[in-house]
């Protein structure tokens, strides 16, 4: 871990108690660790690269300097079942972030459960990590960020993107531009969530889903499972209308492109 407190970073609403480093292996572990030992809500670790950034179901994040990689410490007084529900505020900040640093050519979409795409293409993923306590509420939650601006890995299973490619360079799209518009749209998103629940949350990320009402394949842990998106259920689980008509729920797993 290199460079704790030596960038000029950019101006954060007062809200966020900001940490910033050159390099880090992962700012989730950075983010877990000051969690543990304390740390208040809103503390939020940012690294212009990370030696082992970590995404989803155990794979690799790709982390080289350009783009993006937050984690941020939240301490919502609320049961561990709804920390899902966060992940699509997240979702929903960096969309609208996208939407305000980028030219209007860009189309933001989300893919279940908190992926972000850009002209259908994935340019952010968010990566949940939580702890709760006996009784079963949320002792804390690192809501870890990646957002691909300047660079995007090649040959993932799902295609990837990212903004400058996109065309935004003319705009000179910067992490740090991102940065903020990003904490500023966090804010109004969980202040929503705060104020009236996940409905409106799940409305807006509904409004722009890919391939809600369409046929997809689930893939789980262990097996797959196709039928059509039909809705969220009030955690953020997608409701999976079966062959049968019946419809099931299905808390993890990877949406792919259904047969
Ligand atoms: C995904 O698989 O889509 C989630 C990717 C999350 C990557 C971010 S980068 C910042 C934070 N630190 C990590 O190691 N991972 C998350």
Same mark, same amino acid.
């Given at each position: 871990?290199?460079?704790?407190?030596?960038?000029?970073?950019?101006?954060?609403?007062?809200?966020?108690?900001?940490?910033?480093?050159?390099?880090?292996?992962?700012?989730?572990?950075?983010?877990?660790?000051?969690?543990?030992?304390?740390?208040?809500?809103?503390?939020?670790?940012?690294?212009?690269?990370?030696?082992?950034?970590?995404?989803?179901?155990?794979?690799?994040?790709?982390?080289?300097?350009?783009?993006?990689?937050?984690?941020?410490?939240?301490?919502?007084?609320?049961?561990?079942?709804?920390?899902?529900?966060?992940?699509?505020?997240?979702?929903?900040?960096?969309?609208?972030?996208?939407?305000?640093?980028?030219?209007?050519?860009?189309?933001?979409?989300?893919?279940?459960?908190?992926?972000?795409?850009?002209? $259908?293409?994935?340019?952010? %993923?968010? *990566? #949940?990590?939580?702890?709760? =306590?006996? !009784?079963?509420?949320?002792?804390?939650?690192?809501?870890?960020?990646?957002?691909?601006?300047?660079?995007?890995?090649?040959?993932?299973?799902?295609?990837?993107?990212?903004?400058?490619?996109?065309?935004?360079?003319?705009?000179?799209?910067?992490?740090?531009?991102?940065?903020?518009?990003?904490?500023?749209?966090?804010?109004?998103?969980?202040?929503?969530?705060?104020?009236?629940?996940?409905?409106?949350?799940?409305?807006?990320?509904?409004?722009?889903?890919?391939?809600?009402?369409?046929?997809?394949?689930?893939?789980?842990?262990?097996?797959?499972?196709?039928?059509?998106?039909? $809705?969220?259920?009030?955690? %953020?689980? *997608? #409701?999976?209308?079966?062959? =049968?008509? !019946?419809?099931?729920?299905?808390?993890?797993?990877?949406?792919?492109?259904?047969?």
């Amino acid at each position: 871990m290199t460079g704790a407190g030596t960038e000029t970073p950019p101006i954060l609403p007062p809200a966020f108690n900001p940490v910033f480093f050159d390099k880090v292996d992962s700012t989730n572990e950075v983010a877990k660790g000051l969690a543990e030992k304390g740390a208040a809500d809103g503390t939020l670790v940012w690294a212009r690269e990370q030696t082992k950034g970590r995404g989803r179901r155990g794979k690799d994040w790709a982390s080289p300097p350009g783009n993006l990689y937050l984690s941020l410490v939240l301490r919502p007084d609320c049961p561990l079942t709804a920390a899902p529900q966060l992940g699509f505020a997240t979702a929903l900040a960096i969309g609208h972030a996208i939407g305000s640093v980028c030219p209007p050519l860009i189309a933001v979409t989300y893919k279940w459960p908190n992926d972000v795409l850009v002209n $259908d293409r994935k340019a952010a %993923g968010i *990566l #949940l990590e939580s702890k709760a =306590d006996a !009784s079963g509420a949320l002792e804390w939650l690192v809501i870890g960020v990646g957002a691909n601006v300047a660079s995007h890995p090649e040959g993932t299973v799902f295609p990837a993107t990212d903004l400058h490619f996109e065309g935004s360079l003319e705009s000179e799209v910067t992490v740090e531009a991102l940065l903020g518009a990003f904490c500023r749209q966090l804010l109004t998103w969980v202040n929503s969530w705060l104020d009236d629940g996940f409905a409106p949350l799940k409305r807006a990320w509904l409004g722009h889903a890919h391939r809600l009402g369409e046929r997809v394949t689930l893939r789980l842990a262990d097996r797959e499972m196709s039928g059509i998106f039909r $809705d969220l259920d009030e955690n %953020g689980a *997608l #409701l999976l209308e079966l062959d =049968d008509g !019946s419809v099931t729920t299905v808390t993890a797993a990877e949406v792919s492109y259904g047969a």
